[in-house]
């Protein structure tokens, strides 16, 4: 037993903070002389690394713990990369490969960190480029001056990281989700929590979880959560309710992009706890100024309308190619009418047209320009339009766009414009819409807005719509033109929809009940109801030449004239 128990006495422990091997029945008051010693910069026992052996150097056999050198705790390169001095020889070692690799990719000599360093297919592959090139600042956020200019309230509040909740508004590729990664990127450098979700795919745990999350920051760190609930309007209205004590009491900051109308889709009760940011599509000039940032970010050259070489991006034309890749300023132009103030449908499309005139120049290099200069893969306006296909015309056939257009319609048919009816129809068929809808719409306008004046107006639509369903699209668009332009010439009457207006609004307005119907208006099919004085007295009009004098209305309303009363 004595060989057992001096190798007992013997047993080393290893110290989890400086590595040093003591006497088990030392280990613990040295671990408490160890941790007020290391203080703040000393890691959590479980959270460093197990190492198969101590450094050389690390501890001093035989000496005692007062005499050791005052130093700091051991610096690992897996918690500290890149630092200078305090690392062991270890860190020394492979294990410093890490800090070298990270230092070599960091970005330099203006190039973005997303596309620095890559050929250009490499820049084309992978994500598209409207994701790769969202901007990080608001400095690089182009569009919105309205809402976001210098001065404005909004950018104010952005700028000083004093984030209100918000509702971001706005029509696809207007920069709403680009809005709230700039907010991100901006939160986090402050010291805020930046969650995003997406309505799309989150359920009602998902957005528990993290308010639950974020109560636990406010309570132990009086940290700030900000979360952000892309397409916010795909939330039905009890799943939006779980916001609302949260969003009241500022346990969370409630950022929500939706393309929706957030009057109709969004709770009343949360819209009036956030603020409405209404952007709007992204104009000609801003859509120019998105698409040049990626052509130089591309490594592009533009050719002129001259046929002069534009200035040539940062960095090198093409990697990928021997020749170099030209686009022409026209094609840029083109591209910026026709993608409609949608950002994402236009960097998405140049990406596109260059994809494939790159794939079709490595076989078939193209002359860059018409003065024998040297060869190169040019991007034409034609490149441009087979890549789009057409122009991109928003409309949702459920959503704003719908009711807006629909709405324009029927007034520019009231106020007799032919072009502005025919120019908003063609907006709705060409964006997709029933033709059956718009017919419906055409019935109603016949007796709403014309009415007595041409009493045909009515047969012409119902006519129209008719033929609609029996033809369908494409061929029954001009049938609704037709129907349109008629309307618009038409003469124009409400007499009786303001007529039947005024009987409603005496309905409404009549307090107690109702009054009767006149004995000698009432039907008699029996014996009984003739008895009890059903349609006796009453004159039947045909049977005389000359005008019958009775009275049809109540007693109460006699003499009334709805054609000549107006609405109070």
């Known amino acids: 037993m004595e060989p057992t128990e001096g190798a007992e006495e013997e047993r080393l422990v290893r110290c989890p903070v400086c590595l040093r091997e003591l006497p088990g029945a030392d280990i613990n008051p040295h671990l408490d002389r160890c941790l007020q010693a290391g203080g703040a910069e000393a890691e959590p026992p479980s959270k460093r690394p197990r190492l198969a052996a101590a450094p050389p150097g690390s501890q001093a056999e035989g000496q005692p713990e007062e005499a050791r050198p005052a130093a700091g705790p051991p610096v690992f390169s897996l918690f500290h990369k890149g630092r200078g001095g305090g690392q062991s020889p270890a860190a020394a070692g492979g294990r410093s490969g890490a800090g070298r690799d990270e230092a070599a990719v960091q970005p330099g000599h203006g190039c973005s960190a997303a596309l620095c360093g890559e050929s250009l297919a490499q820049k084309l592959e992978g994500k598209p480029l409207a994701e790769r090139l969202r901007p990080d600042t608001l400095g690089d956020y182009v569009g919105q001056e309205r809402v976001l200019g210098a001065q404005t309230l909004l950018r104010s509040l952005l700028e000083s990281h004093e984030i209100p909740s918000l509702i971001l508004w706005g029509p696809p590729g207007c920069g709403k989700t680009t809005l709230a990664h700039i907010i991100a990127n901006s939160s986090k450098k402050n010291g805020t929590r930046f969650v995003t979700l997406s309505a799309t795919s989150a359920k009602t745990n998902d957005v528990r979880d993290v308010i639950s999350q974020a109560q636990n920051e406010k309570?132990?760190?009086?940290?700030?959560?900000?979360?952000f609930i892309d397409e916010i309007h795909r939330f039905n209205k009890s799943q939006q309710d779980t916001f609302l004590p949260h969003v009241e009491c500022g346990t969370v900051t409630l950022i929500g992009a939706t393309t929706e109308n957030p009057s109709f889709q969004v709770n009343a009760a949360l819209l009036s706890r956030c603020r409405v940011i209404v952007l709007e599509k992204l104009s000609v000039e801003a859509m120019e100024a998105i698409l040049?940032?990626?052509v130089r970010s591309l490594g592009l050259q533009v050719l002129g309308q001259g046929n002069q070489h534009g200035t040539p991006a940062t960095g090198s034309s093409s990697k990928s190619s021997e020749f170099p890749v030209y686009i022409e300023e026209k094609a840029l132009n083109t591209l910026a009418y026709l993608c409609d103030g949608d950002a994402r449908t236009g960097l998405n499309g140049l990406q596109l047209a260059v994809q494939a005139r790159v794939a079709a120049g490595r076989t078939t290099p193209l002359s860059a320009t018409e003065g024998g200069a040297?060869?190169?893969?040019?991007?034409?306006e034609e490149h441009i339009k087979e890549g789009l296909q057409r122009s991109h015309i928003l409309y949702d056939r459920a959503g704003e766009e719908h009711y807006n257009c629909?709405?324009?319609l029927h007034k520019s048919m009231r106020g007799s414009d032919e072009n502005a009816s025919l120019y908003w129809l063609a907006r709705m068929l060409e964006g997709g819409e029933d033709p059956l809808y718009v017919a419906r719409r055409l019935v109603r306008f016949a007796s709403e807005d014309i009415g007595l004046a041409d009493p045909l107006a009515l047969t012409q639509a119902v006519a129209a719509y008719q033929g609609c369903h029996f033809i369908g699209m494409p061929e029954c668009e001009?049938?609704?033109?037709?129907?349109?332009?008629?309307?618009?010439?038409a003469p124009k009457s409400i007499e009786v929809y303001r007529a039947y207006g005024n009987v409603k609004e005496c309905l409404r307005m009549h307090t107690g009940p109702l009054p009767p119907v006149p004995l000698h208006l009432r039907n008699a099919p029996t014996r009984l109801m003739k008895n009890l004085g059903y349609g006796k007295g009453y004159k039947y009009n045909p049977m005389y030449k000359e005008p019958v004098e009775q009275d049809y209305l109540p007693e109460e309303l006699k003499g009334t004239d709805f054609f000549k009363e107006r609405k109070s």
């Open 219 to 227: 309570r132990l760190f009086k940290r700030k959560t900000i979360l």
């Open 292 to 294: 040049m940032r990626a």
């Open 374 to 380: 040297a060869d190169g893969i040019l991007v034409t």
């Open 406 to 408: 629909i709405s324009a």
């Open 478 to 489: 001009v049938i609704l033109a037709q129907c349109v332009v008629y309307f618009a010439r």
